[in-house]
């Protein structure tokens, strides 16, 4: 059965920004969609305790050739590092605000972030055929130079929207029209 996934990003939560409006709308459509809680601040959020509490749904058989999973912020080079490392393929993948290797938003999140970052980002292309990539020409966290590197490395279709910020509800997006589309 086709079914959604939602990741929050560094010091997120499932409940920020446009999550908890897409999340109903994809549930009003009768799919089933999963919004984790991952462990956030120092000390608590790193690769290996975000990895373990997704892992969790992957031994569930929940994420598989069927599954959609749209992350936020850190969480599109999170993604791609579990399925590269864990070798598992997903129907699509769509990216918001993503970047890797990026550091300079303040010490706390370049601790966090920095255990996410992979050399070898390239190799999602793998595990999804289908990767869309949203980012903004005005980030006040991440460059845009940055969210279009990664953009470039591993988007079949890349959508920027200019002015938007980090897609966030700081800049305005407690919803999230254009996504729904690529669905």
């Not at 080079?77 to 490392?85: A, E």
């Not at 390239?122 to 590197?149: G, L, T």
């Amino acid at each position: 059965m086709e079914n959604y996934f939602i990741i929050h990003g560094s010091f997120g939560s499932p409940y920020s920004n446009w999550f908890s409006w897409l999340h109903d709308f994809i549930e009003t459509e009768g799919k089933q969609v999963y919004v984790p809680d991952f462990p956030t601040g120092v000390g608590y959020q790193n690769y290996e305790n975000w990895s373990k509490l997704l892992k969790n749904y992957l031994d569930l058989g929940l994420i598989n050739e069927n599954t959609t999973i749209i992350c936020h912020s850190i969480a599109p080079v999170f993604i791609s590092k579990f399925l590269v490392h864990n070798k598992v393929k997903v129907k699509k993948l769509i990216f918001v605000c993503g970047f890797n290797n990026y550091l300079g938003i303040n010490k706390d999140y370049d601790i966090v972030n920095k255990t996410m970052y992979f050399d070898n980002l390239e190799e999602i292309k793998q595990y999804s055929e289908e990767i869309i990539c949203f980012y903004s020409d005005n980030d006040p966290y991440v460059k845009y130079e940055a969210e279009k590197d990664f953009a470039n490395k591993v988007a079949t279709e890349q959508v920027l929207i200019p002015k938007s910020g980090h897609i966030n509800s700081e800049s305005g997006y407690d919803t999230f029209e254009e996504i729904v589309s690529y669905l």
